[in-house]
């Protein structure tokens, strides 16, 4: 079983940075893709960043991209998100998630979350 935890939430003024983690343990995740995703009060969870196992494929959704920075560090176990020039619509808990099928992943809409964290809040001030 694999334990995600999130951490590096925060409040931050418009235009700042916040660097969000994912740290995993109870088995490596080096084989397999990883994605954030976030959820704002009073709406859906939606995508915000993937990368594949390897970390030499990354995807952003729309909202994030320029913005936005996933990385992964297969001998720390972790994930990150590089957030920059954030702003008041980035306001939500932030989740991370873990695919199920080691050495898979063809792009956002394929990717399935088998494993979770528990979430950050990051709180975007105007």
């Known amino acids: 079983q694999v334990q995600l935890v999130e951490s590096g939430g925060g409040l931050v003024q418009a235009g700042g940075s916040l660097r969000l983690s994912c740290a995993a343990s109870g088995r490596t995740v080096s084989n397999y893709a990883m994605a954030w995703f976030r959820q704002a009060p009073a709406k859906e969870r939606e995508f915000v960043a993937a990368?594949?196992?390897?970390?030499?494929?990354?995807d952003y959704a729309g909202s994030v991209k320029g913005r936005f920075t996933i990385s992964r560090d297969n001998a720390k176990n972790t994930m990150y998100l590089q957030m920059n020039n954030l702003k008041p619509e980035d306001t939500a808990v932030y989740y991370c998630?873990?695919?199920?099928?080691?050495?898979?992943?063809?792009?956002?809409?394929?990717?399935?979350?088998?494993?979770w964290g528990q979430g950050t809040q990051v709180t975007v001030s105007s």
């Open positions: 990368i594949s196992w390897s970390g030499a494929s990354t």
């Open positions: 998630a873990a695919d199920s099928r080691p050495l898979f992943y063809s792009g956002p809409y394929f990717f399935r979350g088998a494993y």
